[in-house]
């Protein structure tokens, strides 16, 4: 049986990172359009435009992607003519914003596409998923490109002036890759690939154990470190392996359906990261799992971060929980388990936690 697989490739430093550009792009030709979030680009065009110009590289559009990742947003941007046009694609942002150009990239036949992450908080820059959302901003599903990004340019001098919650976000959704990858793929005949991600997958959970406080004030500090810049890989690089190494099914389970299912709260979704959302249903992942020796672990570590381990850090309470559950139940990461996943399962693991001193 034929298997092609493309691992994600990177460039790791300071703004120097992006005197490299050249070297990636040259193969794909000379004009470039644009695309992501304001704030994104005016961290990252200062650093950028030097290298364009002196590279001779025509910059055909900068465009806004809008604030959410839909596929209507993706299809009307692939529709402009700069766009279409464009030899390739640069990404700059965070998730929402490089996801809307994978979407982009699928509409306009496979179009290369280079990312630039301006915050640390998932894994976006380097893997081949896209989160996308409906207008009212509730989950609408996963679109999927032939392969990562063709190149991504980590500029850490830019992510550690970023707001440090994206990390702290970053990080909880990244610990979440690592169980929830074990239990999809638990009593399941794993090739290649899955083994490889399901080793590789610890290093998305213990490098945060052990590190992940120290970065998080190190970011608070707008200081870069050892710990800031094993956080920042951890994040961006290991996950997107991770992710690229799994089958589609096997990327979430229990954390990310309880993620969405807090999200239908407009509040909630509005002013809580995915990434938090993430974090706590990875309790719940721990209790419907009987891995209560990594919930006593892990507990602590929630402690001294932050992460919620209650409904109320996140705007809801007890009475949220049918709807939280309900959406959870829907959603088609629970249907790759090791057992059925159930309405009561959830609701009583958000009791218990509810109830348990943290």
């Not at 690592?178 to 490098?207: D, I």
């Not at 290991?238 to 309880?258: F, K």
Request: proline share 4%; hydrophobic share 40%; charged share 20%.
């Amino acid at each position: 049986m034929r298997s092609t697989h493309c691992l994600p490739s990177y460039s790791f430093g300071g703004h120097d990172v992006f005197s490299a550009i050249p070297k990636f792009t040259k193969l794909y030709g000379r004009t470039v359009a644009i695309i992501g979030g304001e704030t994104a680009l005016s961290k990252a065009l200062p650093h950028l435009r030097p290298v364009l110009e002196r590279a001779e590289i025509e910059v055909l559009d900068i465009i806004h992607f809008g604030g959410e990742c839909t596929f209507a947003r993706g299809k009307e941007i692939a529709q402009m003519d700069s766009v279409k046009a464009a030899d390739f694609l640069f990404a700059v942002g965070g998730g929402k914003a490089i996801d809307t150009v994978k979407v982009v990239a699928l509409e306009l036949d496979d179009k290369p596409f280079f990312t630039i992450p301006t915050i640390a908080s998932t894994c976006a820059a380097t893997s081949e998923a896209a989160a996308v959302y409906a207008a009212d901003h509730n989950f609408d599903g996963i679109a999927f490109v032939n392969h990562p990004p063709v190149h991504c340019f980590i500029d850490a001098d830019v992510l550690v002036e970023a707001p440090s919650r994206y990390l702290w976000a970053g990080m909880g959704d990244t610990i979440a890759k690592h169980y929830e990858t074990l239990m999809s793929a638990r009593n399941r005949e794993q090739v290649y690939n899955t083994q490889l991600g399901l080793v590789l997958s610890s290093m998305c959970s213990e490098p945060i154990f052990e590190h992940g406080l120290q970065a998080y004030k190190d970011n608070q500090a707008q200081r870069r470190s050892e710990a800031f810049d094993l956080m920042v890989m951890t994040v961006i690089f290991t996950t997107g392996i991770v992710s690229g190494c799994m089958p589609g099914d096997y990327n979430s389970i229990i954390a990310h359906a309880i993620c969405y299912g807090c999200a239908t709260n407009e509040e909630t979704e509005k002013h809580h990261l995915h990434g938090e959302m993430v974090a706590y249903g990875l309790l719940i992942l721990f209790i419907v799992d009987k891995q209560f020796d990594e919930l006593k672990r892990w507990l602590p570590v929630y402690s001294d971060i932050g992460w919620p381990t209650k409904l109320s850090q996140m705007g809801l309470d007890i009475s949220y929980i049918p709807q939280i559950v309900e959406k959870a139940i829907s959603v088609r990461d629970v249907v790759v388990s090791p057992y059925e996943i159930t309405t009561d399962m959830l609701t009583d693991a958000i009791q218990y936690m509810e109830n348990i001193e943290c």
